[in-house]
């Protein structure tokens, strides 16, 4: 069993009231929309992370990372890019690549809403943790924090913090 933090949209700023909620994981996966590669730096001193460039990050972010991660935690088969939509809205191009590749889990960020919901047609479990940084619409600092069990995904808990 693995506890994952989930986030997204750090913007250059990772605060430090989420560290204690960082430490309790297995995992870290990070959405895109990092800003600064010392971001990455940092939750690595932290525990195992996986990331996905976003919109806003630079070359040298984009030379580490990929724009799209598809991997395996325990027996659940994961796909992570920053903009994808959500359950029928998906982005140019996604509804496809999620049907190649058959995930039991689509996470994406970009909106800085946070939204969990079920593709009842693909059968995929939606996530975006919302922002944690502190550019951006949103009103409170959100990412999720859930359990991976075999083929389980349980215990979601959504972590806030005031802006």
């Given at each position: 069993?693995?506890?994952?933090?989930?986030?997204?949209?750090?913007?250059?700023?990772?605060?430090?009231?989420?560290?204690?909620?960082?430490?309790?994981?297995?995992e870290i996966w990070h959405a895109g929309d990092?800003?600064?590669?010392?971001?990455?730096?940092?939750?690595?001193?932290?525990?195992?992370v996986r990331a996905v460039t976003g919109n806003i990050d630079n070359h040298i972010i984009r030379r580490s990372l990929k724009e799209i991660e598809l991997f395996r935690c325990e027996d659940v088969k994961v796909m992570m890019i920053h903009i994808g939509?959500?359950?029928?809205?998906?982005?140019?191009?996604?509804?496809?690549?999620?049907?190649?590749y058959e995930p039991d889990l689509f996470i994406c960020g970009h909106s800085h809403i946070l939204k969990v919901m079920y593709d009842k047609k693909l059968k995929i479990l939606h996530m975006n943790p919302g922002a944690v940084g502190d550019y951006g619409i949103h009103k409170v600092k959100t990412m999720l924090k859930f359990k991976i069990d075999n083929k389980d995904i349980k215990d979601l808990k959504i972590i806030e913090i005031e802006r």
């Amino acid at each position: 069993m693995k506890t994952i933090a989930l986030l997204s949209d750090t913007h250059h700023k990772l605060d430090s009231r989420l560290e204690k909620h960082l430490r309790e994981c297995d995992e870290i996966w990070h959405a895109g929309d990092i800003g600064s590669i010392e971001i990455i730096d940092e939750l690595n001193k932290i525990t195992k992370v996986r990331a996905v460039t976003g919109n806003i990050d630079n070359h040298i972010i984009r030379r580490s990372l990929k724009e799209i991660e598809l991997f395996r935690c325990e027996d659940v088969k994961v796909m992570m890019i920053h903009i994808g939509g959500y359950p029928g809205r998906y982005t140019k191009g996604i509804k496809e690549r999620l049907k190649e590749y058959e995930p039991d889990l689509f996470i994406c960020g970009h909106s800085h809403i946070l939204k969990v919901m079920y593709d009842k047609k693909l059968k995929i479990l939606h996530m975006n943790p919302g922002a944690v940084g502190d550019y951006g619409i949103h009103k409170v600092k959100t990412m999720l924090k859930f359990k991976i069990d075999n083929k389980d995904i349980k215990d979601l808990k959504i972590i806030e913090i005031e802006r």
